[in-house]
């Protein structure tokens, strides 16, 4: 009792003694998926939208920070690709829903390069979900995905006057990933273990009053590439790609 009454003062003494921000954000995208090696590749195309939060905290006078966010992100696609008939069959369906979130713990330290530019870097964890709705065609299946993965990013922050802009890179591990299908046979599992991701972004802000409130625009690209799972039941997940290029609108406060 005397520890969890120790770690609640501190949890809220933390605000007290500490830079934070919180950013709340709309997001739009260009979404493909695809399945390209082999003689019969797929595709999923359309557009995604939805939203992001992050909360960031840097205790005052020390150069570690950490720092949390969210996102989900929701559409429509469709679907261009084959049947698994003999020979296969080409195929087509439209109006598929799609969606995924993701939730990422970030821990890093700031170098201050000078008075107004910061170099930010950090690791973590994260994970991500999506599922596919193609058992709304009536050759598909319901198709649920999970990653588990590593983040390392590193960001260039520049500030001057009410203006900052940031230049961010990052590249994500993939730690285990699993795929749920679920077929006419059943539910089958395949896992996969090996996979990487890349993100790139740029943002721009301008702060209100010269305060660290503020708008601002981040143009976006997002990119996974994971191998070939392991075979269950006669089957494999693909080889498959996925990017997203897209834009982020929010405040920050």
Same mark, same amino acid.
């Given at each position: 009792m005397k520890k969890l009454l120790l770690f609640?003062?501190?949890?809220?003494?933390?605000?007290?003694?500490?830079?934070? &921000?919180?950013?709340?954000?709309? !997001?739009? &995208?260009?979404?493909?998926?695809? !399945?390209?090696?082999?003689?019969?590749p797929i595709s999923l195309k359309g557009r995604m939208q939805g939203g992001s939060i992050r909360y960031e905290n840097r205790v005052d006078g020390s150069a570690f920070y950490f720092a949390l966010d969210g996102r989900w992100m929701g559409g429509r696609t469709d679907y261009d690709g084959w049947l698994m008939t003999t020979p296969p069959t080409a195929h087509q369906s439209n109006d598929i829903g799609d969606y995924y979130y993701e939730g990422r713990l970030h821990l890093g330290r700031v170098a201050d390069l000078s008075?107004?530019?910061?170099l930010w870097f950090a690791s973590g964890f994260a994970y991500r979900y999506l599922k596919d709705h193609m058992n709304k065609d009536p050759y598909g299946y319901l198709r649920e995905s999970n990653y588990v993965y590593m983040p390392f990013t590193g960001e260039l922050r520049f500030k001057g006057g009410v203006w900052e802009f940031d230049l961010c890179g990052e590249i994500d591990y993939l730690l285990f990933g699993w795929q749920n299908s679920h077929m006419n046979a059943g539910n089958i599992r395949h896992d996969q273990h090996s996979g990487y991701g890349l993100r790139l972004s740029a943002k721009i802000q301008v702060n209100f009053d010269g305060k660290k409130s503020g708008l601002f625009v981040e143009p976006f690209y997002r990119f996974w590439d994971i191998q070939e799972s392991e075979e269950n039941s006669g089957y494999i997940e693909p080889?498959?790609?996925t990017k997203e290029f897209g834009v982020r609108v929010g405040l920050t406060f």
């Open positions: 609640l003062v501190v949890f809220t003494a933390l605000p007290l003694f500490a830079q934070q &921000s919180f950013e709340v954000a709309y !997001e739009i &995208s260009d979404y493909t998926y695809r !399945e390209p090696d082999g003689n019969s008075d107004t530019t910061q080889h498959n790609t």
